[in-house]
């Protein structure tokens, strides 16, 4: 009986051992199994971060070509029209030139006409477009009413003079042209009692304010 059990204890403790055995090996491939993941996540983390540190590079590197081709085209971006200018400037140079070997002013005179309506055609051409004043209806946005007089003869507000040309350039204003504006004889008085009133008003609530100042 007592072999028996000495069997028995003995198979026992071969098979604890056996056991024990294989859980180190199964923690031992765990591991190795562990290790393995978290160095393939160390190499994909090191692999993100060179990509990322090649895209900044090449977008810092990007961003200063970006600058330089930027501050060149303001640079010389009126480069074709300066061109176009300086052949005009020819133009007037030799007009100047020659009315002064011949003492003609009407020569000059014909010249500088010519080189006038040269730049018109050029500027017009980069969409300088003169804005419309001498018999038109009042533009606020495009007018400036320096001077108002009154006539009998106009039915609404009229431009009549145009005392500084005024520009539009593709349709935007450039400069608003300075004129002389005809207001009907009606709406001239109708605007003089509108402010007459509006000047006796402001009057009224001064003289309020004062009398209210003195009672305090």
Do not use: C
């Not at 199994?33 to 990007?62: H, M």
């Not at 608003?176 to 009907?184: E, L, Q, R, S």
Request: a negative charge; proline letters at 2%; hydrophobic letters at 30%.
């Amino acid at each position: 009986m007592s072999k028996k059990k000495n069997k028995q204890h003995q198979e026992m403790k071969e098979k604890n051992q056996k056991n024990n055995s294989q859980g180190r090996d199964e923690n031992l491939e765990d591991n190795q199994a562990e290790a393995e993941i978290v160095e393939r996540q160390k190499q994909e983390y090191q692999d993100l971060w060179n990509r990322y540190l090649r895209l900044q590079a090449e977008f810092d590197n990007y961003r200063k070509r970006s600058l330089q081709e930027k501050a060149e085209f303001i640079k010389f971006a009126n480069q074709g029209l300066i061109s176009e200018l300086i052949g005009i400037l020819d133009n007037f140079e030799l007009s100047i030139k020659y009315a002064d070997q011949k003492n003609d002013f009407k020569l000059m005179h014909q010249g500088v006409d010519m080189i006038i309506k040269q730049l018109h055609t050029l500027l017009k051409s980069k969409g300088l477009e003169k804005i419309k004043t001498i018999g038109e209806n009042f533009n606020p946005h495009q007018h400036d009413a320096l001077e108002i007089i009154e006539d009998q003869d106009v039915e609404a507000d009229t431009v009549v003079e145009e005392l500084q040309p005024g520009y539009l350039l593709s349709g935007r204003i450039l400069r608003p042209a300075k004129v002389k504006v005809a207001k009907p004889k009606e709406a001239k008085k109708e605007a003089e009692k509108q402010e007459n009133k509006e000047t006796k008003k402001e009057k009224e609530e001064q003289s309020k304010e004062e009398d209210k100042e003195v009672e305090e």
